[in-house]
């Protein structure tokens, strides 16, 4: 009996750690911030300065300069498309604007602009047009004076839903195009 007792105290301890450990991680997200809001995009840059090791500003609770986190935070990184559609809304291009003054802050930054649609269509269809959309955003950027060589692109189409659901709010959520901080020069 006083060996079940030492296990079970033993597993209360850890859960107790890993939910203290889980709310220290979660705390460096902004509230509504895409990264909170299952963002498809990778947290490049995570884990601090050379060396790997924390920086000031990641203990602060503030994202490092020029990464995927500091996008997200400062400017958004990403815009949504009406149905079937690649047209920028006048939304989107607040966004852009905002994305392109964080590149030219940050030169050594590269990008990929990855372009997603809903369900709805065939698989090739929706390739073509999350292509159209991770292009439609590359060249507002680049009109910008964005290096072009600064802006990759890649369509996802349909496989990478932020949403699951099968309604027009889940739809609405994956018309997107989303800038992931791929590398610096």
Known sequence: M????????????????????????????????????????????????????????????????????????????????????SVLSPTATQTLDKQAA???????????????????????YNLALGDRRANAVKNYLVALQVNPDRVLTISYGEERPVDPGHDEAAWAKNRRAVTVVATTQ
């Not at 498809?40 to 840059?45: N, Q, R, V």
């Not at 935070?73 to 990403?78: A, M, P, Y």
């Not at 940050?106 to 065939?122: L, N």
């Open 2 to 85: 006083n060996a079940t007792v030492a296990r079970m105290a033993a597993v209360l301890g850890m859960c107790a750690t890993l939910a203290w450990l889980a709310g220290c991680a979660s705390s460096d997200e902004a509230p509504g911030s895409a990264a909170g809001a299952g963002s498809t995009a990778g947290m490049a840059g995570a884990g601090g300065g050379a060396g790997g090791g924390i920086s000031s500003s990641e203990l602060q609770g503030q994202p490092q300069p020029g990464t995927q986190q500091d996008l997200e935070v400062s400017v958004g990184d990403r815009v949504f498309f009406d149905y079937d559609s």
């Open 102 to 124: 964080w590149l030219k802050t940050y030169p050594d930054v590269i990008v990929t602009i990855e372009g997603h649609t809903d369900e709805r269509g065939t698989r090739e």
